[in-house]
């Protein structure tokens, strides 16, 4: 199951980026993100790993398993039966940008986490697309 937000922002790739990679600042940008702990330190790379409380759902550990500099990168977590994959994808678009967030589900209860937590998943999804549309 997947579910997808993609729109048009008036900020550059390069900004939009920095805000993507600067993970810890994410509960500034949007309040479907309570807390955000990087596990290590330095720039955002694969293996790279953040703890992450959301309004509504336990606090998770996720991964970075994919990183395309200044482009996009996707991170996992496994939570009871289901592995999570948040993709994060910048474009340019005339002067601005284009955003996509995606969050995919796999595993045995993914079809039932995600009609139990759909509306959740993509009011966070649409908070998030926002906060980073602000290009802060």
């Not at 994060?88 to 079809?111: D, K, N, W, Y």
């Amino acid at each position: 199951m997947e579910f997808r937000v993609t729109e048009t922002a008036d900020v550059s790739p390069s900004q939009v980026w920095r805000s993507f990679v600067d993970v810890e600042h994410w509960p500034e940008l949007t309040p479907s993100m309570r807390e955000v702990r990087r596990v290590d330190s330095g720039p955002l790379r694969v293996g790279s790993e953040a703890i992450i409380k959301q309004p509504g759902m336990a606090r998770t550990r996720w991964r970075v398993t994919e990183l395309e500099p200044d482009r996009s990168f996707a991170w996992e977590t496994h939570v009871g039966g289901v592995t999570a994959v948040g993709g994060h994808l910048v474009e340019p678009a005339g002067p601005g940008s284009t955003i996509t967030l995606t969050l995919s589900q796999s595993g045995p209860l993914a079809g039932i986490v995600g009609v139990l937590m759909g509306r959740l998943i993509r009011r966070n999804l649409a908070l998030e697309l926002e906060g980073f549309r602000s290009g802060r």
